[in-house]
């Protein structure tokens, strides 16, 4: 079974800085596929939105236009594990940051949509404060 842990979230001032991380552990038969791990959110009352994804090898990050020059996405191979930087906060960012992973092998490709997931993580709350 695979699994995503999410930790690093809490309460922080506007303009301060977070780094938010995500543990993926389970059968190498799968953890070892071409994979993307992604990063999503959802603020009371709205809809979970994409934040941020990146590619398996670490390369090749993606972003909402609302994050971007804000918050980086980063992968550390040896720990498979993903992070995320988050700079400059904003109110408009609290919420629970939930993390996921989609598994396609060689053809997997970097989508925004989270139906398109596989594996998700139970979450971490992120609330910014003015």
């Known amino acids: 079974q695979v699994h995503l842990a999410e930790s690093g979230g809490g309460l922080v001032q506007a303009g301060d800085s977070l780094r938010l991380s995500c543990a993926l552990s389970g059968p190498s038969s799968i953890t070892s596929l071409r994979h993307i791990m992604a990063w999503f959110r959802q603020a009371p009352g709205k809809e979970r939105e994409f934040v941020a994804a990146?590619?398996?090898?670490?390369?090749?990050?993606y972003y909402a236009d609302s994050v971007k020059g804000r918050f980086t996405i980063s992968k550390d191979n040896a720990k498979n594990t993903a992070y995320l930087q988050m700079n400059n906060l904003k109110p408009e960012d609290a919420a629970v940051y939930s993390c996921a992973a989609r598994f396609r092998g060689s053809g997997v490709v970097v989508t925004e949509k989270d139906t398109d997931y596989d594996y998700w993580g139970p979450g971490t709350q992120v609330a910014v404060s003015t």
């Open positions: 990146v590619m398996w090898s670490g390369n090749n990050a």
